[in-house]
T-cell receptor, first 111, second 115 residues
Framework: LAKTTQPISMDSYEGQEVNITCSHN???????ITWYQQFPSQGPRFIIQ???TKVTNEVASLFIPADRKSSTLSLPRVSLSDTAVYYC????????????FGGGTRLMVKP | EPEVTQTPSHQVTQMGQEVILRCVPI?????FYWYRQILGQKVEFLVS????????KSEIFDDQFSVERPDGSNFTLKIRSTKLEDSAMYFC????FGTGTYEQYFGPGTRLTVT
């Protein structure tokens, strides 16, 4: 599994766009990039997944450059309820494979 | 929206006692998992289960742990003789196959406190 590096914590204010970057220099050809969100005392929740270029859903966007050695999760116009830990996971996650979580990025959104 | 449920939400037990944590995965899912998270630490994989057998397990999942799918809906994690260091949040998860994403659906967790 590719090792991932992401900031330990970030602060933002309501209404701002937040970009969380994850570094994964050793990403393999078959690896996908997946982001999960975890609120305090809750289970992680899938946000978005991508392989290359840009992926967007109703929650976030995921930007992946051509070399795929990093990725950026973009949260548009955050609110207080987006305060959570965000995890970047990289792996060839076939169905049934375990997820390997790192330390994640603790995002604090302030009013 | 379908969701994974877990019971109990909080379990307090004495060291050496057996505990069973229960989960009801999403009904049409085929893969089931247990993870744990010690307070302030990472989410750690314990075990995955498919087709009524363990498909993968971590070093944490030693002989004190077992999993079972006793019927068509429940998925249980048993800890035979709890230790203080088993105190953690235990999350059950399930996933489908062939959806094009590697999404696992997590339950709300059971907080296990071993005294």
């Amino acid at each position: 599994l590719a090792k991932t590096t992401q900031p330990i914590s970030m602060d933002s204010y309501e209404g701002q766009e937040v970009n969380i970057t994850c570094s994964h220099n050793n990403i393999a050809t078959n690896d996908y990039i997946t982001w999960y969100q975890q609120f305090p005392s809750q289970g992680p929740r899938f946000i978005i997944q991508g392989y290359k270029t840009k992926v967007t859903n109703e929650v976030a966007s995921l930007f992946i450059p051509a070399d795929r050695k990093s990725s950026t999760l973009s949260l548009p116009r955050v609110s207080l309820s987006d305060t959570a830990v965000y995890y970047c996971l990289v792996g060839d996650y076939n169905a049934g494979n375990m997820l390997t979580f790192g330390g994640g990025t603790r995002l604090m959104v302030k009013p | 929206e379908p969701e994974v449920t877990q019971t109990p939400s909080h379990q307090v037990t004495q060291m050496g006692q057996e505990v069973i944590l229960r989960c009801v995965p999403i009904s049409n899912h085929l893969y089931f998992y247990w993870y744990r998270q010690i307070l302030g630490q990472k989410v750690e994989f314990l075990v995955s289960f498919y087709n009524n057998e363990i498909s993968e397990k971590s070093e944490i999942f030693d002989d004190q742990f077992s999993v079972e799918r006793p019927d068509g809906s429940n998925f249980t994690l048993k800890i035979r003789s709890t230790k203080l260091e088993d105190s953690a949040m235990y999350f059950c998860a399930s996933s489908d196959f062939g959806t094009g994403t590697y999404e696992q659906y997590f339950g709300p967790g059971t907080r296990l406190t071993v005294t």
